[in-house]
Nanobody
Framework: QVQLVESGGGLVQAGGSLSLSCAAS????????MAWFRHAPGKEREFVAA?????????LYIDSVHGRFTISRDNAKHTVYLKMNSLKPEDTAVYYC????????????????WGQGTQVTVSS
């Protein structure tokens, strides 16, 4: 069982930055592909970014955040990060961390483990 705990959400003005963290309680963290999804009120859950397991740091982003958001991981700390720059009001959502065993980086919500989410609010 993998437990994921997100942190770093908050309120920021448009154009500002936030950094999210997701700590995983699994010794074999480096064997998991990790991702961030978000869920805004009245909308479907949406893929944001993903990063491959330790031996393959392939990254994948949804077009709307490409160039503004950066996903990274620190395998020694069992943590994945999402650095968000140039935030827009439409980035407002609850952001969820997700994990799946193996190398495959996918944009679909076919991840086995999910965190509780952290709220990100961007004011205009």
């Amino acid at each position: 069982q993998v437990q994921l705990v997100e942190s770093g959400g908050g309120l920021v003005q448009a154009g500002g930055s936030l950094s999210l963290s997701c700590a995983a309680s699994v010794r074999t963290f480096s064997w998991y592909a990790m991702a961030w999804f978000r869920h805004a009120p009245g909308k479907e859950r949406e893929f944001v970014a993903a990063i491959g397991w330790a031996s393959d740091n392939k990254t994948l982003y949804i077009d709307s955040v490409h160039g503004r958001f950066t996903i990274s991981r620190d395998n020694a700390k069992h943590t994945v990060y999402l650095k968000m720059n140039s935030l827009k009001p439409e980035d407002t959502a609850v952001y969820y961390c997700a994990a799946r065993f193996g190398p495959t980086v996918v944009a679909t919500p076919t991840y086995s483990y999910w965190g509780q989410g952290t709220q990100v609010t961007v004011s205009s």
